[in-house]
């Protein structure tokens, strides 16, 4: 049985997720009360006539704040029973936060004639801070649209044919911020900038052209050493100590040229020695 719990603040698109996951074979069950949830698996476990049961619940602020309190206990309960389980966190700035709710004019489910839309975004984050510390996987989705949502839980969630460890290798670019849910990140600004050869400028580091420029640069090809050898030390130590996803980031100015090549050759690169690796380019096109 597979079970993967989604949550996260109002708005930051839970609801998504919840399709997705219906849309690949997932029996999903929206604001489950935490409470219910190991009996849900126990009750699955049993009665299912699914030879291998994948079950999707969302659990969020409209639970009781007791009930919430208890979720580490809850988790602790279900997997005791050797379920897969995933925690699933979605979440956004505040700022995003508001701007949607403001242009879908929904209701946050905290709100009351005593506490403001701010307030009540800001109260989620604390109430849901149980689930959050114990996120297998956080995603930030300010500066998704809904379907780069989807290809991102698609990505992470269901491109996971064992279980095991997930590696996302990510390329991004500074000047769109650093992404709030690497566990390592890696600046290569400092390498050669194809962006400043006029024939390249309009090319991504996928393409032949950039390939052939970066791999001619001294410089890059040692901070591809560099990066490799800490991977691939370090990367099989997280996947024994049972984490369920490590996202590595690595960084240029714009998120198309130098990191979308490293991004890549280290994705090969570790997919010898790592089951299950996965490259994505956050701002690349």
């Known amino acids: 049985m597979r079970l993967i719990i989604v949550s996260g603040r109002s708005g930051s698109g839970k609801s998504t ?29 049993l009665q299912t006539e699914m030879m291998q049961p994948q079950v999707a619940v969302s659990i969020d602020a409209r639970n009781l704040p007791s009930q919430l309190v208890r979720f580490p206990q809850l988790l602790n309960e279900v997997r005791a029973r050797h379920i897969q389980c995933d925690v699933l966190y979605l979440d956004a ?46 995603i930030d989705t300010a500066r998704l649209n809904l379907h780069q949502l989807r290809d991102t839980l698609k990505l992470r969630l269901l491109d996971k044919p064992e279980p095991g460890t997930a590696f996302l290798i990510q390329s991004f670019g500074f000047k769109r911020g650093i992404p709030v849910d690497a566990d390592m990140v890696f600046d290569v600004r400092c ?37 490799f050898a800490y991977l691939n030390k370090w990367l099989p130590r997280f996947a024994a100590s049972n984490r369920a996803y490590v996202t590595i980031a690595i960084g240029c100015t714009g998120g198309h ?15 010898i020695n790592l089951k299950n690796v996965q490259v994505r380019h956050r701002d690349l096109g």
């Open 17 to 45: 997720a919840l399709d997705v996951l219906e849309d690949n074979g997932f029996y999903c069950i929206d604001n489950l009360p935490a409470g219910l949830l190991p009996e849900l698996a126990e009750r699955t476990l």
């Open 93 to 138: 700035d505040e700022e995003t936060l508001l701007k949607r709710f403001s242009e879908t004019r929904r209701r946050h489910p905290l709100t009351n004639e005593h506490r403001s839309l701010a307030e009540a975004i800001k109260d989620e984050a604390a109430l849901l801070g149980p689930i959050a510390d114990l996120a297998d996987l956080k």
């Open 191 to 227: 390498l050669p900038n194809p962006y400043w050869k006029p024939e390249l400028r309009d090319h991504s580091g996928k393409t032949d052209q950039v390939i052939a420029y970066l791999a001619a640069q001294p410089e890059v090809d040692d901070m591809y050493q560099d990066i």
């Open 257 to 271: 040229h130098r990191s979308v090549y490293l991004a890549e050759r280290l994705g090969e690169a570790l997919k």
